[in-house]
């Protein structure tokens, strides 16, 4: 008798020890994370914009580099609150699109990733008192959700964003996280971060799509065999890359685009 109640004693305590164990498995979180919102009755637009507001200024990165930190600015705020409460205002499951991270004249401006102050007023409808400077990689981005049927068909199966939620310039100019291995192994803790809390929203874990196919790819590539965040990561040319050399062919990396567009949401379907 005594034995028997040592034995369930000892697997009763067994018990808690791993379940703790199996809860601190994560390494713990580098910025104020907003809590799950998986069971509440919050809009993905509510989650995006609480992860937004929970992301600080004080990231230790190496100088000369400077982040780039939009949400303190209230005209930022009002814009993408404006735009994610227009087009995520509901609580169905999207598929991402990983950028690199937020550049000054796009997401640092406006706060809506690969979105300049010109197409957030012209195709998103969205009135904004930013300086109306384009973004070559907005140019690029809304070609091919235009060619997907426009933003009303587009945003209901995709959340465009990048890999590392915060920006960054050196010497005015803008900086990828990749650029500075020392700036890297600084971020990557946020990066992991913000991959966990992105799959507490709706989000596809099926599949995800990289945009750049070179560093971004590879440092994805490598974070996801880690952590296996994500079933499959496919990788895209990047919009400013296309832009940048490859203007005349445009149209075939649009077809591209849309042709691994459609494979995602057929692969997310399926995985349901």
Known sequence: MCLNLR????????????????????????????PSTKKTKMTFADQ?????????????????????????RPETMAALTTFYQKYYGDRNSRICLFGINPGRFGAAVTGVPFTDPIRLESVCGIDN???????????????????????EAFYPHFCITSLCPLGFVKDG????YYDDRELEERVT?????HLHTLLDFPVSNTVALCLGRGKNYEYFRKLNDTHRFFGEV???????????????RM????????????YAIDAAASAT
């Open 7 to 34: 034995f369930f004693e000892w697997m009763y305590t067994r018990f808690f020890v791993n379940l703790f164990q199996a809860r601190t498995d994560r390494p713990p979180s580098t910025v104020n994370r907003p």
């Open 48 to 72: 995006i914009i609480a992860f937004n507001q929970s992301l600080s200024p004080d990231w230790d990165i190496p100088e000369p580099v400077e982040l780039l930190y939009p949400y303190d």
């Open 129 to 151: 008192p930013f300086s109306k400077k384009p973004e070559l990689s907005s140019v690029f981005v809304y070609e091919f959700i235009e060619a997907f049927g426009g933003v």
């Open 173 to 176: 100019k803008n900086y990828n």
């Open 189 to 193: 803790p946020h990066i992991v971060d």
């Open 234 to 248: 496919i990788p895209l040319p990047h919009p400013r890359w296309v832009m940048q050399y490859r203007r005349k």
């Open 251 to 262: 149209e075939e990396f649009v077809q591209e685009y849309l042709t691994q567009l459609r």
